[in-house]
């Protein structure tokens, strides 16, 4: 009982500062993408627009996927902090693909056009489901 204890003590630093710098990474890369993005996201979700809701959930999911397979597949923190980064930026890429193939992508989710969000979301999930295949 004693070396599981000791083992504990050993790992549960790292497990918080892993942790800890995922959770952070995830709040940052959704303040980064709500902010670079043209519409309020925010504003329209606390307003009930479902189109809104669906987009920013397929941030959140969109980025916490990879992140969440950068830790369990990294050593350092500095891994995860590299493909953090990384992540934010191919769901930023992500979004302005489907903008420029939609046409309008922003006045689309502020009108509630719920077909749009959802094509956006399932892409964000795709680019994340492969890019979390490619962290391991």
């Known amino acids: 009982m004693e070396i599981v204890f000791q083992s504990f003590l050993a790992g549960f630093p790292v497990f918080i500062a892993h942790f800890a710098l995922t959770v952070s990474l995830l709040v940052a ?10 519409h309020q996201e925010m504003r329209l979700v606390r307003e009930g627009n479902t189109a809104a809701a669906i ?16 830790m369990a597949n990294s050593v350092t923190v500095f ?43 399932g892409s964000k999930l795709t680019v994340a489901i492969i ?6």
Request: proline content about 4%.
């Open 131 to 136: 890019t979390a295949a490619a962290l391991t």
């Open 79 to 121: 891994d995860i902090l590299i493909w953090g980064v990384v992540s934010l930026a191919l769901q930023l890429g992500t979004f302005f693909a489907i903008d420029f193939l939609l046409r309008g992508l922003p006045k689309r989710i502020e009108e509630g056009q719920v077909a749009s969000a959802i094509f956006l979301a």
């Open 29 to 38: 890369g959704v303040a980064v993408y709500v902010t670079i993005t043209p």
């Open 55 to 70: 987009s920013l959930g397929g941030v959140v999911l969109g980025l916490g996927l990879p992140l969440a397979v950068s």
